[in-house]
């Protein structure tokens, strides 16, 4: 793809070396046609989200003592592990997009390492730790046997099926994150044109990134912390 150089300034900071697709009339329509469409991309994403926080709510607003006692069986300390690990993954993926700001290359690629360890750790962590011991007491939807003396099967099995479902869904997103990340630093590392010089690619996965997490900071409470 042909590029040019904006001479009139980068997007903010006054660099003055982006690289202008051809398609654009100046680096600023440019930049501004990434962040809408990234937000239009989140707005779906909240939308698809929300149908499912919504039916989760009108549940556990039904079957309150039930999902009560279902929860027990999910481990507070993992959960809360897991949010410790996304927020720290937040605050290096900021500080990725602040060395690719500064074009310092070789920091913004430790920065996005950092927070590739912290995916692969939130993974590990949900599927060796939460995911395989309810599969081991038959506590997923697929093999789900309620032998506890309190709490209805039914409406344990129903909250098991919306934990799994969302979470599932929420390790789908963060795998993806890791495929993305993974490709901005091979494009970073081999100074694509696509990247080089340019921030804005590395700050629109950085607000991928950030809804995934507080997407995760609704879930946590959610499901592990229900009060009586």
């Known amino acids: 793809m042909a590029m040019v150089q904006d ?4 997007h903010g900071h006054g660099h003055g070396d982006e ?3 051809h398609q654009f009339e100046d680096i600023h ?3 501004e046609t990434y ?3 990234m937000w239009t991309f989140l707005v779906t994403e909240v939308m698809f989200f929300g149908a499912l926080f919504l039916a989760y ?3 556990r607003w039904k079957y309150q003592p039930d999902f009560y006692i279902a929860h027990k069986e999910l481990s507070v300390f993992f959960g809360g592990l897991n949010t410790v690990v996304l927020l720290i993954s937040s605050f290096f993926m900021a500080k990725a997009v602040y060395h690719a700001q500064r074009k310092e290359k070789r920091k913004q690629l430790n920065m996005l390492w950092l927070v590739q360890a912290c995916a692969v ?6 599927v060796v730790f939460e995911w395989m011991p309810k599969w081991q007491h038959h506590l997923t939807p697929l093999n789900f046997i309620w032998d506890k003396p309190e709490g209805n099967a039914e409406h344990a099995q129903l909250f098991f099926s919306l934990y799994f479902g969302m979470t599932g869904l929420h390790g789908i997103h963060i795998l993806a994150g890791i495929i993305v990340i993974g490709a901005l630093q091979y494009l970073v590392w081999k100074d694509a044109p696509s990247v080089k010089g340019d921030y804005i690619p590395t700050e629109m996965i950085g607000l991928y990134w950030h809804f995934v997490d507080i997407v995760w900071i609704f879930l946590f409470p959610l ?6």
Do not use: C, D, E, M
């Open 19 to 21: 690289p202008l697709h």
């Open 35 to 37: 962040v809408i469409g």
């Open 57 to 59: 709510s009108l549940y």
């Open 121 to 126: 750790a939130f993974l590990f962590i949900k």
């Open 7 to 10: 001479t009139h300034g980068g």
């Open 29 to 31: 329509q440019q930049n």
């Open 223 to 228: 499901y592990y912390l229900l009060p009586r």
